[in-house]
């Protein structure tokens, strides 16, 4: 371990923390919020703002143009950390591809792209999704848990990325992945841990901190509505993969940094994009659960989204999450 003034951590991993560099400070958030928010919105533009509401499941976080905004943003970092790739299994001419919770349909768009012999669908709950698509792209509402209509054997690869507290049952949404696939076919699914962890140790082994609250709470939420927050934990997802009936399993763990403090640069600017998803996203991961399913008062959320905020911006947080 080595340090820089006051706090520890590992300099292999953690930057220089007074380098604000091209982009600005290394350490905030949101840091150079211009220049990020500029690329990001040539990246992609969001359509206009939707709500949904669906009788089957129970979705927690918000439809508003700023969340979903921040989800879109997600899709880049990830895709950065995937070497620019929308896909990790070796896919030879895919033919027909679900996209399952496509969410704002970024990944389903892209594929279908990439692959315009290809026929991409996307499902979801709400239909917050573009209408300006490529051809071979297009979306149904649809809630994965109920029992799936694409019949056995039809698909070539089924993708699905963040669900993590809206799925109740894992193993079947495996199954029936199984199923809708064709012999020699692919998944891959993606998921985020919530726990923030922190390069620095302090903040690392302090059980009080509000970092170790925040997943707490999410965790009892996910509980509460039997929607676990925690598939990405312990090996679940691979377990259930494979109980489901795939094999030739392959996992893979990102620490994806919040902020741009790390020193590798592609995690430097991953952590900045990062920063930004969480910056736009917090307040509304936190309404739902904290409010609506563990009771909280609106005055108590806001003030534990302040305090995890102030946290996350502090520059000897160094926090980082797994993927
Ligand atoms: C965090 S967003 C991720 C969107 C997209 N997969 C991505 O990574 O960009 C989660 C999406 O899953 C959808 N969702 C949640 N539960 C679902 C369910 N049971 N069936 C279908 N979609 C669901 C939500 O409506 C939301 O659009």
Excluded at 21 to 49: C, K, P, Q, W
């Amino acid at each position: 371990m080595a340090g820089q003034g006051q706090i520890e951590f590992d300099t292999s991993v953690v930057g220089d923390l007074n380098d604000a560099g091209v982009e600005g400070d290394a350490t905030s958030l949101r840091d150079s919020t211009t220049s990020l928010a500029s690329s990001i919105y040539e990246y992609r533009t969001i359509h206009g703002r939707a709500y949904q509401s669906s009788n089957t499941t129970e979705y927690w976080a918000p439809k508003d143009a700023k969340h979903l905004e921040g989800n879109d943003i997600a899709h880049h970092y990830t895709l950065m950390l995937m070497n620019n790739k929308l896909y990790a299994p070796p896919l030879k001419d895919p033919k027909k591809i679900l996209d399952v919770g496509t969410g704002t349909g970024i990944w389903a768009i892209d594929m279908a792209d990439e692959f315009p012999s290809a026929e991409v669908i996307g499902t979801d709950i709400s239909a917050v999704q573009p209408s300006w698509v490529p051809p071979n792209c297009s979306f149904q509402i649809d809630d994965a848990q109920l029992d799936w209509t694409f019949g056995e054997g039809v698909f070539d690869f089924v993708h699905m990325r963040n669900l993590f507290g809206g799925i109740s049952d894992w193993p079947t949404l495996y199954r029936q992945a199984f199923e809708t696939l064709k012999p020699g076919g692919w998944i891959q699914s993606v998921e985020i841990d919530l726990e923030t962890r922190s390069e620095n140790p302090r903040v690392a082994n302090d059980p009080d901190h509000v970092f170790k609250t925040w997943c707490r709470l999410f965790w009892a939420a996910g509980d509460k509505t039997g929607r676990t927050f925690k598939i990405a934990r312990d090996g679940q997802m691979q377990k259930h993969i494979e109980e489901a009936g795939f094999v030739d399993a392959h996992h893979q763990m990102w620490k994806v940094p919040i902020g741009g403090w790390a020193r590798d640069p592609l995690l430097k600017r991953v952590g900045q994009y990062n920063g930004l998803y969480i910056d736009l996203s917090l307040d509304g991961f936190a309404v739902f659960p904290l409010a609506q399913v563990l009771g909280w008062t609106l005055d108590e959320v806001e003030a534990l989204v302040a305090k995890m905020r102030k946290q996350l911006e502090d520059p000897k947080s160094l926090p980082y999450y797994n993927l």
